[in-house]
Nanobody, 125 residues
Framework: QVQLVESGGGLVQAGGSLRLSCATS????????MGWFRQGPGKEREFVGA????????YYADSVKGRCTISRDNAKNTVYLQMKTLKPEDTGVYYC??????????????????WGQGTQVTVSS
């Protein structure tokens, strides 16, 4: 089992920045990739970005490319999502997810078998 706890969400004005954190615990040694997803009001959960745990390769959705950076601190078992130039359409609940397998693409929710509770990000115009 892997436990994930997100933090760092909040209310920010358009153009502002936020850094989300995802603290992991449990069987983290088996983690292959960590992902960030978000779900806006009335929308389906969508991929934001991901980072492979060992090598650190990163992947981003086109909608956030250039505005978001994912990083990880293996010693702290923590993954970060730095967001800048935020837009109202970035509003939503942001979820951290972990995968301990290799089935499915990193942009697909089905790849991940552990999820955090989410942290709310609200961007005002």
């Amino acid at each position: 089992q892997v436990q994930l706890v997100e933090s760092g969400g909040g209310l920010v004005q358009a153009g502002g920045s936020l850094r989300l954190s995802c603290a992991t615990s449990g069987r983290t040694f088996s983690t292959t990739v960590m992902g960030w997803f978000r779900q806006g009001p009335g929308k389906e959960r969508e991929f934001v970005g991901a980072i492979t745990w060992n090598v650190g390769n990163t992947y981003y959705a086109d909608s956030v490319k250039g505005r978001c950076t994912i990083s990880r601190d293996n010693a702290k078992n923590t993954v970060y999502l730095q967001m800048k130039t935020l837009k109202p359409e970035d509003t939503g609940v942001y979820y951290c997810a972990a995968s301990d397998g290799y089935r499915g693409g990193v942009m697909q929710t089905a790849r991940y078998n552990y999820w955090g509770q989410g942290t709310q990000v609200t961007v005002s115009s």
